[in-house]
């Protein structure tokens, strides 16, 4: 026959905030130990996905992590990925160079009118 396991908390639903795992303790006694809800890692705004170098934390657990460990040291560090930033910087600079060449066309037709 099991042995019995009493819940330790009050709440005795089978909810996602009332995790719990049946541990043997040294006294080889089954107990609840109730786990947390486990943290999901901050998303790349534009592609989606997980930020690689920021670990996966519970909100609340952000505020007391130091700064360094929230971001990676890069143009938009803790919000975009790698692979994002590069293509806003490629397509930054193209978008300038078909300015520039725009403003080449415009001055060629303009010296040849004349």
Same mark, same amino acid.
């Given at each position: 026959?099991?042995?019995?396991?009493?819940? #330790?908390?009050?709440?005795?639903?089978?909810?996602?905030?009332?995790? #719990?795992?049946? *541990?043997?303790? !040294?006294?080889? %006694?089954?107990?609840?130990?109730?786990?947390?809800?486990?943290?999901?890692? !901050?998303?790349?705004?534009?592609?989606?996905?997980?930020? !690689?170098?920021? !670990?996966?934390? #519970?909100?609340?657990?952000?505020?007391?992590?130091? %700064?360094?460990?929230? =971001? *990676?040291? /890069?143009?938009?560090?803790?919000?975009?990925?790698?692979?994002? *930033?590069?293509?806003?910087?490629? /397509?930054?600079?193209?978008?300038?160079?078909? %300015?520039? *060449?725009?403003?080449?066309?415009?001055?060629?037709?303009? =010296? =040849? #009118?004349?």
């Amino acid at each position: 026959m099991a042995q019995r396991v009493t819940l #330790r908390k009050r709440n005795p639903y089978n909810t996602k905030s009332n995790l #719990r795992r049946v *541990v043997k303790t !040294p006294g080889g %006694k089954l107990v609840y130990h109730h786990l947390k809800k486990r943290g999901t890692a !901050p998303k790349c705004g534009d592609c989606g996905i997980a930020l !690689p170098g920021v !670990p996966a934390l #519970r909100p609340r657990a952000y505020a007391t992590i130091s %700064k360094r460990q929230k =971001s *990676v040291q /890069r143009a938009y560090g803790g919000s975009r990925c790698g692979d994002c *930033v590069k293509l806003r910087i490629l /397509r930054a600079f193209l978008v300038e160079e078909a %300015k520039i *060449v725009k403003k080449v066309i415009k001055q060629q037709a303009s =010296s =040849s #009118r004349k």
